[in-house]
């Protein structure tokens, strides 16, 4: 059964801290891995994506993949208190019309 | 630029009674379409997703139905919710020939 994995945490780190978080797939052949943030009550909105021929960076956001292990991380450097949300990975299965969603990870950014 | 509008923004229902959620998207043409449910403190289940008018592909056999009366217009139905259908329900396109996903707002419902 194909699968997305994350640590639901929560996950607390310091202002100004680099708050890493990864989430596990469990098919070999996905191409397109997403990263949401949910702020509570509203809906997801998309961080950033990656394929999976590379790692990319935006701003403070950074979105490495791990083939061989299958692995997706995302770092956050210099964290916020308003980063404080749920985050969630999804990823697109080889051949599929859809996304699969992880369950997310509760961050908290303490001040 | 391109937006998704959902309504209602909330809704409180009775059990058994009927529910039609409304999903439009604006400024794209032919965009996929699909229909998620959020339980609380849950993940993201998909529900729907429509590739064109009168395409639906249902991922979890439940009491609700979808339809794509106009290529961007995605509507979710029920003809008697259960309590078990409470929950955030979220809408998301993707630009044809893209995969990355935008949600719209969502609708927050209640079955008592």
């Known amino acids: 059964q194909k699968e997305v994995e994350q640590n639901s945490g929560p996950l607390s780190v310091p202002e100004g801290a680099i708050a890493s978080l990864n989430c596990t797939y469990s098919d070999r052949g996905s191409q397109s891995f997403f990263w949401y943030r949910q702020y509570s009550g509203k809906s997801p909105e998309l961080i950033m994506f990656i394929y999976s021929n590379g790692d990319k960076e935006d701003g403070r956001f950074t979105a490495q993949l791990n083939k061989a292990s299958q692995y997706v991380s995302l770092l956050i450097r210099d964290s916020q208190p308003s980063d404080s949300a749920t985050y969630l990975c999804a990823v697109r299965w080889s051949g599929a019309n859809n996304l699969f969603f992880g369950t997310g990870t509760r961050l908290t950014v303490i001040p | 630029s391109q937006t998704i509008h959902q309504w209602p923004a909330t809704l409180v229902q009775p059990v058994g009674s009927p529910l039609s959620l409304e999903c439009t998207v604006e400024g794209t043409s032919n965009p996929n379409l699909y229909w998620y449910r959020q339980a609380a403190g849950r993940g993201l289940q998909l529900l729907f997703y429509s590739v064109g008018i009168g395409q639906i592909s249902s991922e979890v056999p439940q009491n609700l139905s979808a339809s794509r009366p106009q290529d961007r217009q995605f509507i979710l139905s029920s003809k008697k919710l259960l309590l078990s259908d409470s929950g955030f329900y979220l809408c998301?396109?993707?630009?044809?020939?893209?995969?990355?996903?935008?949600f719209g707002p969502g609708t927050r419902l209640t079955v008592l």
């Open positions: 998301a396109w993707v630009r044809a020939g893209s995969d990355t996903q935008y």
